[in-house]
């Protein structure tokens, strides 16, 4: 029997929506002030200035569906508080997602499926705060979407209403079909996310490649194409051989975005400190590492701790604030301590 909402559940669930029906349109109107070339004082554009660009536009999911019929792959990154927002903001990423993996790299928690609703909605809103261009996706934790539609449509309305998110993704497949379509139907843009499932680790057996027999990989594209019917927007495509995974973008109609999925896919997501090299668990087969910022922060971290530990940080004339002679000899008269001395610490030269 599918699930029926009492009379009663359905006007609570009716007027949460009806108090957030223009989300959409509030979420989309975060865009970057209209743009104009910095003037110099006679009012002439300053040269020096021309150079930067204008801000960039909101990415909307009509953006994405145009990205994928131009064949450009989508970027998307996860963010865990404003800095990280900030960042896909400014460096052209198209979706930033708020994913639950933040249970494991921010929270230290040993997997997804401990990270509570309240948890995400905070740093949803840090996420939220730096957010300009790209469109803001965020993930819904385990077990907020399982109960049955009318916990999934209450859960989905806190993630927009207090994390400030524009949609929400879910982990499952065809069997989530039917709480995807009560969040699509009423307005809540959904991203699918099939194939290997971290929720679901521990049924899976670890972190396993999905898809590679005929009969799972079917049952994978069936899963998507469900989906897809049920009214999402994009689907993640986790952990699957490239060749499925181009196979299932080829028969759908809404973007896929790969994570150790291949180059098939209409984009592209890993996570924050993946891409940083911040993170000291296991690497995936599938991961890159742009950069290496854990190697800059060991640095930054050792040379400021030597440096407090000779004496050379805080230097007084540079890095200290002076107070007139007079006022202090004042305050030491004051105080009746009109012996006490100090001279600021030598340098220590290398």
């Known amino acids: 029997m599918p699930h029926m909402l009492s009379s009663a559940s359905r006007t609570r669930v009716i007027t949460s929506i009806a108090r957030f029906q223009n989300i959409g349109q509030r979420c989309m109107s975060v865009r970057p002030l209209k743009y104009e070339p910095p003037t110099n004082t006679s009012g002439e554009p300053s040269p020096q200035k021309q150079a930067l660009p204008p801000p960039r536009k909101k990415v909307t999911i009509a953006s994405l569906h145009a990205l994928r019929q131009e064949r450009t ?14 960042a896909a903001s400014t460096h052209g990423i198209d979706v930033t997602l708020v994913g639950d993996s933040l249970a494991q790299v921010c929270l230290g928690y040993s997997s997804t499926t401990s990270l509570t609703l309240d948890e995400m909605l905070h740093h949803c ?27 999934t449509v209450r859960a989905a309305v ?17 069997e989530i079909a039917g709480r995807v379509q009560a969040l699509t139907s009423i307005g ?110 060991e640095r930054g971290v050792n040379a400021y701790a030597n440096a407090v530990r000779n004496g050379s940080f805080p230097q007084h004339n540079k890095e200290g604030y002076r107070m007139d002679d007079g006022e202090m000899e004042k305050l030491l008269e004051m105080e009746g301590d009109r012996e006490w001395t100090w001279s ?4 220590m030269s290398n």
């Open 344 to 347: 600021p610490p030598k340098l």
């Open 188 to 297: 809540i843009p959904v991203m699918a996310h099939v194939g290997l499932l971290p929720q679901r680790h521990t049924a899976l057996s670890g972190y396993r490649v999905q898809g590679r027999t005929a009969q799972s990989g079917r049952s994978i594209l069936h899963s998507a194409l469900a989906l897809e019917e049920a009214g999402a927007f994009s689907i993640v495509l986790e952990a699957i051989p490239s060749s499925l995974a181009a196979y299932i973008t080829s028969r759908l109609k809404v973007p896929t975005i790969g994570i150790g999925a291949g180059p098939g896919c209409a984009g592209q997501v890993l996570v924050w400190d993946d891409v940083m090299g911040t993170w000291a668990g296991h690497k995936a087969k599938f991961v890159r590492r742009f950069g290496d910022v854990k190697s800059e922060v």
């Open 125 to 151: 809103r840090a996420v939220a705060r730096g957010t300009t261009a790209p469109l803001l996706v965020a993930d819904m934790p385990f077990g907020s979407f399982y109960a049955g539609k009318e916990d």
């Open 158 to 174: 806190r993630m927009l209403q207090e994390g400030n998110v524009e949609a929400v993704k879910l982990e499952g497949g065809s």
């Open 73 to 86: 792959p989508i970027t998307v990154l996860t963010a865990y508080d404003y800095p990280t927002a900030r």
